[in-house]
């Protein structure tokens, strides 16, 4: 009957659409670049998904930049990879700009760009209060903030015009949903999902990584007992305790999540 055929039409659609492959990005790292520099036989991986514009992603990149800089390259390497969320404004544009750097100034030029782009006032200019611009004056802005961290203006915009930049970047957001990647940020410590926190800086990171490292290689050891004896919030915060005995300080306009902890 025509509902039989139809039926089958229908099944041979859904076939086709489930067996769908995903791009393959086109480094093993899925479009992201290391903090610092690279070094492949470090012990821990420590793998970041960020937006560009996420206030988190923010307020966690010093910290992180202080965790590459106390761990030596032997024992720690931290990897950036994008994820530019739908609902932060222009996001996938500054996603689109720092491949289009990494493409052709590498590893140092992509983490200048996106640490300009993660400043707090560049997520205040590029968010809301560019809801009246158009997608060009937002690149011609981004492209600004490119010259300002020593980046040529033309090398940007040029990149910016690039389908293959713009492919890439569409690429390096279905890696990170392949990864199970659903908000920013996101912590992967060897290729293993951990719910750590923007906030944590080597005094939190080290009581995870610190297990994980031979004796020689530890730096400052601690006790989990020693660091959740500190728990007291500064001034202007609140304590949010998201996990049995894991407590974090939530800034204003932060809420307290269950299992996740302080987020805007």
């Known amino acids: 009957t025509n509902s039989h055929v139809m039926m089958k039409w229908i099944l041979v659609v859904l076939l086709v659409v489930c067996s769908a492959?995903?791009?393959?990005?086109?480094?093993?790292?899925?479009?992201?670049?290391t903090l610092k520099s690279p070094n492949p036989s470090a012990k821990i991986y420590l793998d970041i998904f960020v937006d560009p514009l996420c206030p988190d992603c923010s307020d966690g990149f010093p910290n992180w930049n202080e965790?590459?800089?106390y761990y030596s390259?032997?024992?720690?390497?931290?990897?950036?990879?994008?994820?530019?969320?739908?609902?932060?404004?222009?996001?996938f544009l500054a996603a689109q700009g720092a491949v289009a750097i990494g493409e052709k100034l590498g590893q140092a030029g992509f983490i200048k760009f996106l640490g300009a782009m993660l400043t707090p006032k560049n997520q205040i200019k590029f968010g809301r209060a560019a809801a009246n611009q158009t997608q060009f004056e937002v690149i011609d802005n981004m492209a600004t903030i490119a010259e300002e961290a020593g980046i040529d203006r033309s090398l940007f915009l040029e990149g910016m015009a690039d389908p293959n930049n713009d492919y890439d970047a569409?690429?390096?957001?279905?890696?990170?949903?392949?990864r199970g990647v659903a908000g920013t940020p996101s912590f992967f410590v060897n290729g293993v999902s951990v719910n750590g926190s923007p906030y944590w800086g080597v005094k939190e990171w080290k009581v995870l990584f610190n297990p994980m490292l031979p004796k020689s290689m530890r730096k400052d050891d601690m006790s989990v007992y020693e660091r959740l004896s500190d728990t007291s919030c500064p001034k202007g915060t609140e304590e949010c305790e998201y996990l049995p005995g894991t407590i974090e300080c939530c800034k204003s306009g932060h809420y307290?999540?269950?299992?996740?902890?302080c987020r805007c």
Do not use: E, M
């Open 21 to 33: 492959q995903l791009p393959i990005p086109a480094n093993p790292s899925g479009g992201g670049y």
């Open 67 to 69: 965790l590459a800089d």
């Open 73 to 91: 390259s032997d024992s720690l390497q931290i990897s950036l990879h994008l994820f530019p969320l739908p609902y932060h404004r222009n996001s």
């Open 170 to 178: 569409r690429t390096a957001w279905k890696y990170a949903c392949s």
């Open 256 to 261: 307290c999540i269950p299992n996740v902890g």
